[in-house]
């Protein structure tokens, strides 16, 4: 598996894209590096994460996953989770809802970082004009 992290906004919001075939280690991986990044690179008591998970597809179980995605479900700083992802992947749908449900998570899916954004910026207001935002380089 392939991954992308960057701050999409500055200590406040991580985007991670994902590709290709996904198993419960990777997730592991790329959690490790959000909390890393939420741990060192931010001050801010609410930090919400995006997954760009269109061109995956994922193996493995949920408690899998679930293990997997604990640190990032559990930090004191965890705003919401958005997980972009076309509806026909059912998988990731799938596994993305039950996960997000065991933690009790704010978790929503959309089609396209455009839609996760505004949503955000309804749900949190101390966030700025998220409007601008684009993907990172090519993504």
């Known amino acids: 598996m392939e ?3 960057v701050w999409l906004l500055g200590g406040r919001i991580i985007f991670n894209k ?4 996904v198993e419960p280690q990777h997730i592991h991986e790329v959690v490790t590096k959000n909390v890393r990044m ?3 690179e931010s001050q801010s008591d609410l930090i919400h994460i995006i ?3 269109q061109d995956t597809n994922m193996s493995g179980d949920v408690v899998s996953f679930q293990k997997a995605s604990r640190p990032m479900f559990t930090h004191i700083s965890m705003g ?13 749908n799938m ?8 933690f009790s998570a704010q978790f929503r899916q959309f089609n396209s970082l455009e839609e996760g954004l ?3 910026q309804t749900m949190d207001s101390s966030l700025p004009d998220l409007s601008k935002l684009e993907a990172p380089n090519g993504d």
Do not use: P
């Open 3 to 5: 991954y992308k992290t």
């Open 18 to 21: 994902l590709h290709d075939g």
């Open 38 to 40: 939420m741990d060192t």
């Open 51 to 53: 997954y760009d998970m």
């Open 80 to 92: 919401w989770l958005i997980v972009i992802n076309n509806q026909e992947n059912r998988v990731v």
């Open 95 to 102: 596994m993305a809802s039950m996960v997000s449900k065991i």
């Open 118 to 120: 505004k949503f955000l």
